[in-house]
């Protein structure tokens, strides 16, 4: 399914009814990353995922595309589909969406999950190395961004045990838009730390850190958890930055518990 944004179109799905959840996929990924928990959770919730702006089915615009800019769609998506409140999930390039959607609506939000998701700035090597890989998506494909990305993605573990879920990630990253991931690389350069949102959630939250994420430390999730008013921390071990299909049993059931809170709050 599709909605019209400015300068194209919106790719989702959409499944299930009741309290809604929006999952926001990773970067260099889209939607279906999240395909065993939407297939779980919509049977008792409605969930709703996107792909984002420059990946899966969703439109490729010029960019670069800021984070307000992303998160924008996703306003536009649930007004759309008559959405008042939605609770978010997200890891990655999901996560900077999510915040900069709080800041900006924050009324719209129910709940607020980070899995394997950060609200820190980037730091200077990863700032300083944003740029020439956006420039390197753009002349060669999606090759540099996989050989930059596909090593780091998963604990050491499936490397070895699990090829199977390697390849699928290579398949899922070959087959995005590399000017797509150069604008949304681009926009990721461009964001500010959330930091200073977090004693403004108030909503039930949920902090999943993998134990292997080689992008986000635990301990820096576990101060994050709490600073949040309502909040559910949960470390997985031997789990990197795809924790959904890593270990989609433990996501699932964290999301399951997140969303019965959510329900509880409900005016």
């Known amino acids: 399914m599709h909605i019209p944004i400015d300068g194209g179109r919106l790719h989702y799905t959409d499944a299930g009814t009741g309290e809604t959840l929006i999952l926001l996929h990773g970067f260099p990924l889209d939607g279906r990353s999240w395909q065993t928990q939407a297939a779980e959770l919509s049977r008792s919730y409605r969930v709703i995922c996107p792909d984002l702006r ?11 595309y800021l984070m307000e800019s992303l998160a924008g ?11 008042e409140r939605a609770a978010f999930a997200a890891p990655s390039i999901g996560s900077y969406v999510q915040a900069a959607f709080f800041r900006m609506y924050s009324e719209r939000v129910s709940g607020f999950a980070l899995i394997a998701g950060n609200t820190f700035a980037d730091t200077e090597k990863i ?12 002349r ?21 045990e699990r090829p199977d879920l390697i390849d699928e990630g290579r398949r899922w990253m070959s087959e995005q838009s590399a000017v797509g991931a150069a604008a949304q690389i681009r926009g990721m350069a461009e964001r500010v730390s959330a930091d200073d949102l977090l004693e403004d959630i108030r909503v039930p939250s949920l902090v999943l850190a993998p134990s292997d994420d080689s992008w986000i430390p635990v301990a820096h999730l576990r101060a994050v958890a709490d600073q949040l008013a309502d909040c559910e921390f949960l470390e997985v071990a031997a789990c990197g930055h795809m924790p959904m299909r890593e270990h989609p049993a433990i996501v699932t059931a964290a999301l399951t518990r997140l969303m019965a809170r959510v329900s509880a709050a409900a005016p």
Not at 54 to 64: D, R
Not at 127 to 138: I, V
């Open 140 to 160: 060669e494909g999606m090759q540099p961004v996989i050989d930059a990305y596909l090593p780091r993605y998963y604990a050491p573990l499936f490397y070895t």
């Open 73 to 83: 769609d996703i306003l536009d998506l649930l007004d759309a589909l008559h959405v």
């Open 127 to 138: 700032l300083a190395g944003r740029g020439p890989l956006a420039d390197r998506a753009e």
């Open 54 to 64: 420059g990946s899966g089915g969703s439109s490729v615009t010029p960019g670069p």
